[in-house]
């Protein structure tokens, strides 16, 4: 009796092993990280072409940091392009790690962001969090090529610019794939994703976050600039941080700043039947960082002045924005098409057919609240 | 020819084993003194430390006979209170068959016993008694003149504690039942004596409290001590022996019986409700039963703080897990399932790796291979080599097999944190050793599956422990809160005022009344 439970224990752990046998074996020395993909258009005709950044062990263990290197291969379709750079590889490649996926403005424009992110993430490691950013340089690839004397891993260090810049300065736009896919799947969304360029400095070049790529639908279509980034964050209600700088009416000449603390808007709308009113309301609460000098910090009046005046010019600057996308680009950038399909779906299929037009013609009044919580002091030594 | 002489040598002893068997049935003693002596150097042919005198009386014949083994005797007890009064007995012209038949009151020895059973002869000679023989009489007298070296009492070595007592058990069962009588001052400290042995019929002492006892087990220890005692093993050098022959899960590699050798430790079980099994010849003292968090506890946790022990025992626990697991889930992550790797560490260890020519789960192995090896010749050597050969370890194994990249940087800091914290557990190193490379091999053959599978088995396994016959891991069948205080936490003594009750049917320690100092 014992040895058969003996026997049958064998069995039931041999069979065990068949499951999931050595052949699910992936040894961490046998891969090849990639760190980043760009996606270009295959500059002799057909297929795209498609670089990979991968992370280069071999120099991280003598040469202090980790630096990333660039191949880039060609292919009739994506997995073919992973096939042929694998070709040149000895390991096998890994995608876990991936943090960035980078797409030319030509192919943002010609095949759109929906058929290029199908593509990769049939790639079954590959991560749902990593970001998709519009290249503003000439090919996607450019932003990813390794900067001369600078050891760092290009796409670790974009990862890191769009997660610390969107908290902190409000520069740039936070958006996952996985949001990303989200949105399309839902059919008509316009996205906005982050736009990147290669700026060059006295030394050395450096990536920086420059602007938003504005999509219709998944086909790129414009750009918000650098300084649009942050009031368009404000009517998506993404602001956590930044600097909100304004000149004060009297003395046109210095300029006053605002340290953001945090901002809550409110989004709100009503439809007759004819005309959309679409109500945004933000409130920022703010330290003072730089006043002009005229101004006295410790008189209450005058901060409450200050505030009203903050208020108003942002009133202004997120008018300006919307009237751009309202007439000028004549694009719904700000999602408010979701906010009436969720808040209020029988409304939603009124407008539905034409949005466009309606949206064109809705009345947007911004109104902000601006708090200064705190002025700072400068100690006497 | 060399076998053939093997062989007639062979012949030769079992032919004295044989006579000196049937010595024993059968040899009596007689009257006559120079018979009985005679006898005596037969039994002992060959072991040239006894010694034979025998002392005349007036009419020149011999009167008197003393056999004593050399180097085992106060030779000054032997000439003062055994020699000098026979000679004045001889002197004061006494009536001899009279004398003698109240021998013990002229012999000045704390013991003496009249016997005439030769067994009890040799087995009381060799171990240090004086054999006196009178003229005329069929018994000898068996004469307490013990005098052998013993070591000292010092410090146990691999039992060392910051603060406490720092006394140890020596190698002598009567010294060491002293150290216990002069801690429990009872008359409910009972000790009961056995020998077991048929060759070096080594005395044991079980050693309880009798209204604190778990009485349970005593009774099924003294049924496994019955049972040993009928099987007739020819010698006991150790208390592991006994350990390794009255165990429940004889194959299991964890530990169902405490040892020690720290009189105060046994006298804490016992207040407890345990049994002590010392053992003469060895310092190591048992105890029993033996629960599963006993592998965690040290004497020393009652001695400090126990805040710091509490903390103390904690790492102990957390020690014990990760040198279990370290080793094997480092291979499972690093060889299955990398995508658990944050991106920073992933790429510090995929470099580390890069270029080492084995895969890692081999590399595991061999590095703890080599760790063990270099811990076990540690052991060995005399402490000042031991710490050039430490360095050298760390040197050669540490930085230049990283640097010829023959073992990878990441690997030696798993090796290392296994290593460490397997020391922090000195009761475990057995179960250690096997359970740590089993769960390596599943999981280097299976990934987390198969280390999440062995550790299963593992906490089976625990869970069927016994210890005399008690669950060692839950030995009352439910948990309690009552268990915590001495398990996870070692709680402060005033809250501690029950016994552990599965082992003893007397729960309290002390009353729980007491004076609030803080008042004013």
Known sequence: ?381 | MWFMRGNKHEKVVSRKVERLNTVLGKQQLTESLLENMQLLQELFEGDETMRYRTIPGKDGQPAYGIVFCDGMVNCLVVDDYIITPLEEILQADMKKAAVDAQMTRFIQTSEAVKTECIKEIIENVTYGDTLLFCEGMKQGFLLNTKGFQIRSVTEPENEKILSGPREGFTEVIMVNLSMLHRRIRTNELKLQFRELGTRTRTKICIAYIDSVVANHALEELLRRLDNLSRQELDGILDSNYITELIRDNPLSPFRNIGYTERPDVVVGKLLEGRIAIFVDGTPVVLTVPYLFIENFQSSEDYYLNSYYTSMSRFLRMIGFLLTITVPAFFVSIVAFHVQMLPTPLMINISASLENVPLPVALEAFLMLLVFDLLRETGVRMPTYVGQALSIVGALVIGQAAVEAKLVSASMIIVVGITGITGLLVPKMNAPIIVVRALLLLLSAALGLFGMIAGLVCLLTHLLNLKTMGISQMLPDNELKLQHVKDTLFRLPWTKMTTRPGVLSGNHRRMTEEKEDFDEE
């Open chain 1, 1 to 381: 009796m014992k040895s058969k439970k003996i026997a049958a224990l064998l069995l039931c752990m041999l069979m065990v092993s068949l499951l999931s046998g050595c052949w699910d074996y992936k040894g961490l020395n046998n891969l090849s990280i990639v760190a980043g993909m760009a996606v270009d258009e295959n500059p002799s005709g057909e297929g795209i072409c498609v670089s990979f950044e991968l992370v280069d062990k071999a120099s991280s263990l003598t040469e202090g940091p980790v630096k990333g290197t660039l191949i880039t291969a060609q292919g009739e379709t994506l997995a073919d392009a992973v096939r042929s750079a694998e070709d040149r590889l000895i390991n096998e490649m890994y995608f876990g790690n991936m943090q960035v996926l980078v797409i030319s403005r030509q192919v943002a424009k010609k095949t759109g962001v929906k058929a290029v992110m199908e593509e990769v993430f049939r790639e079954p490691n590959l991560r749902e969090t990593i970001h998709v950013i519009i290249s503003k340089e000439k090919t996607a690839a450019d932003i990813l090529k390794p900067i001369p004397d600078t050891p760092i891993v290009v796409s670790y260090e974009i990862k890191e610019n769009i997660e610390q810049h969107s908290r902190l300065s409000a520069s740039v736009r936070d958006i996952k794939a996985y949001e990303i896919y989200n949105l399309l799947a839902q059919g008509k969304e316009n996205l906005v994703l982050p736009a990147f360029s290669i700026k060059e400095d006295e030394e050395k070049d450096f990536i920086e976050a420059d602007g938003l790529a504005l999509f219709r639908e998944d086909i790129l279509s414009d750009f918000f600039s650098t300084g649009e980034t942050l009031y368009y964050l404000f009517i998506m209600n993404e602001v956590e941080g930044g600097i909100f700088t304004f000149e004060r009416e009297e003395t046109r000449e210095e300029k006053v700043s605002l340290k953001i603390q945090d901002n809550e808007t409110k989004r709100s709308f009503s439809y007759d039947g004819e005309r959309l009113t679409i109500d945004i309301l933000c409130k920022v609460n703010s330290y003072l960082v730089k006043k002009n000098e005229a101004m006295d910090a410790m008189d209450p009046k005058e901060i409450e002045k200050l505030e009203q005046e903050a208020a108003a010019t942002l009133c202004q600057e997120l008018e300006t924005i919307i009237s751009k996308a309202q007439q000028e680009l004549e694009l719904d950038v700000f999602d408010f098409s979701i906010m009436i399909y969720k808040n209020n779906y029988k409304v939603w299929q009124q407008v539905e057919e034409d949005w466009e037009q309606i949206f064109r013609d809705a009345e947007i009044r911004v109104s902000a609240e601006v708090r200064i919580e705190n002025s700072g002091f400068i100690k006497n030594y």
